[in-house]
């Protein structure tokens, strides 16, 4: 296995550059090798291990991390652990089984539930080449949608990494977004309501 490639706040000085219906309109291209999975590069960077450690408000950690394969049908997907803050001290903890396609882009295909298997028909919810204003709206882990939009590309607040240019998705009308890097994948992250909780990067570790 190749070494992980580490990004920590200590080294800074490098910067960066509801209840909807689902329209059954794509669909991910068929699994291909994992050489040629890697050969393409994508917004949300998926393999067991890599993790990303946040600051929210200054004052306290989030972190979201790839914690193991899951296999849905003859489908490879990744167990992607994600941190959601309500307040500085309470957080909701999804899993979500996510997969890249060739094209670069990131697909959900269910949730772990309590370690069980939760699966749908796969839902695009990152785009490598997204449109203003496009719709990713997906299924909740029991009822109902999450809708999600991607808004716009732009750069993240000052980071402990430093500053970087992301395409931010809108999720829950506007209570969470999520900022990805290209490669790097979520460089700062908005919670609410009203995005109370600004999360900056401050380590990442992706392995290749």
Known sequence: MAKPVIFAALAALLVGCGGATFAVDKAPPVEQSASALRATKVYQPLAVGDYWTY?????FAIANRITKTVAIG??????????????????????ELLSNDTRGNTWIYGYLLDGK?????AREIVSFAP?????FDYPRPKHGTVSRLFKTFEYTNKTPLGVFWVAAYFESRGTHNYGYSLGRGVMEEDHGPHYQYDCLIERYVLHK
């Not at 600051?55 to 004052?59: K, R």
């Not at 298997?117 to 028909?121: A, C, V």
């Not at 449109?131 to 719709?135: L, T």
Request: charge should be positive; glycine fraction near 0%.
């Open 74 to 95: 003859k489908r490879t997907t990744y167990a992607f652990s994600l941190q959601i803050p309500s307040s500085p001290t309470k957080s909701a903890r999804v899993v």
């Open 117 to 121: 298997i939760r699966s749908f028909p």
């Open 131 to 135: 449109v203003k204003n496009e719709h």
């Open 55 to 59: 600051t929210c408000n200054h004052s």
